[in-house]
Each structure stands twice: as structure tokens, then as C-alpha cells.
């Protein structure tokens, strides 16, 4: 695996993570919190989407999903107080999953170093396509085994079809919004 660069580790450490609450209308609370990745400071940078798609192409992705898992469970502990006993959901990259045989154990100790409990963690698979999908079948049945929840995102387009569902056995499927726009005008 090539060396990351300076310029790689200065950008990862640029970035932050920040909690999006996820509500239910139907309860009037807060279940959970999505973590997202966001430039650090407010001086522009690159954003975290250029951040990952240059980790792609030079090799260091599973070093910024480290970093970003990191700084997810940072802020989460650091709000516990705010969001109680609410789900953290970690967006985690499938494609990274599925190529680092290490990455479940990693994910677990630093879930483990923030003390946060893995029943209050939900991984959220992206849907990009993954060419060894018993890996990632895998890693779901650890994640499992350690009482963590699994989510799989944009559920309806591109890869996160009814194979994949399948294979993962989510305990939430987060569906495109292609799926729903506009469903409170539809007749039927």
C-alpha cells in the first residue's frame, strides 16, 4: 500500500465530522444522528468530496474512512449529553469493506475508545458496486455479531438492489429519494 502524502494527511486532517439529526415527524424526537464529513475552519478548502474522490485515485480511501469513523464518534461522544441514547449512523464505504479484511476491527476499536455501545451504532453501506460481495457479507455478519445495526443507503438506484439487500440483511434500508419525491401527490 503507497505511503499517503503530506498533502493527503493535511487534508484528512481538515476535516470534521457534524450531526445531522435524523427525526421521526411520528414520535417527535430525535432517533439518531447522521455523521457527516465537513471541512474544518472557515477558510475554504477542498470539499470532502473532492477530499474523497482524490483518496480513490491515490490510494489512501481506507486512511480518510479511519479519519472520518474518528471524528463521527468524537462528536458524537462530545454530544452525547445533547442526543442521549440516540443512533449514531457512520456512512461507511462498501468498496473499502470489501477490500480491507482489517476494517470491521478497526471500526470496533474506535467505537470501543470513545465508549460508545455498538447497539447505538448503525454502519450505513454506501450502494457503490463491490466486486467481492461475500466480503462484505462478512463484515455485515460481524458488525452483527457485535450488536451493531446495519443500514444501506440509496436503496433503489445503481448498485443497492435486491441482491445486495439480500446478501447484507439490513436492519434499515434508506430509501433514494427518487423513490419518494413527490409521493404525497401520487394517486396511487
Request: proline content about 4%; aromatic content about 8%; some cysteine.
Amino acid at each position: 500500500k503507497p505511503k499517503m502524502s503530506s498533502i493527503a494527511a493535511h487534508q484528512i486532517s481538515q476535516l470534521t465530522a457534524v450531526l445531522q439529526p435524523i427525526v421521526s415527524v411520528q414520535r417527535g424526537r430525535i432517533l439518531g444522528v447522521e455523521a457527516l464529513c465537513r471541512h474544518r475552519g472557515s477558510l475554504p478548502g477542498p470539499t470532502p468530496r473532492f477530499i474523497f474522490e482524490q483518496s480513490v485515485t491515490e490510494g489512501w480511501r481506507s486512511e480518510l474512512e479511519y479519519a472520518c469513523v474518528q471524528n463521527a464518534c468524537a462528536a458524537f461522544r462530545n454530544s452525547q449529553e445533547h442526543y442521549g441514547n440516540s443512533l449514531l449512523f457512520i456512512n461507511v464505504d462498501a468498496q473499502v469493506v470489501s477490500q480491507e479484511p482489517s476494517y470491521f476491527d478497526e471500526l470496533y476499536a474506535v467505537v470501543q475508545a470513545h465508549d460508545i455501545d455498538p447497539k447505538n451504532v448503525v454502519i450505513e453501506l454506501s450502494e457503490e458496486a463491490v466486486e467481492d460481495v461475500e466480503s462484505l457479507t462478512d463484515f455485515c455478519n460481524q458488525a452483527r455479531a457485535h450488536n451493531f445495526l446495519i443500514a444501506l443507503d440509496d436503496v433503489g438506484i445503481a448498485h443497492a438492489n435486491f441482491e445486495r439487500i439480500l446478501a447484507i440483511r439490513p436492519t434499515i434500508l434508506k430509501l433514494d429519494i427518487c423513490l419518494i419525491s413527490d409521493l404525497s401527490q401520487d394517486s396511487w
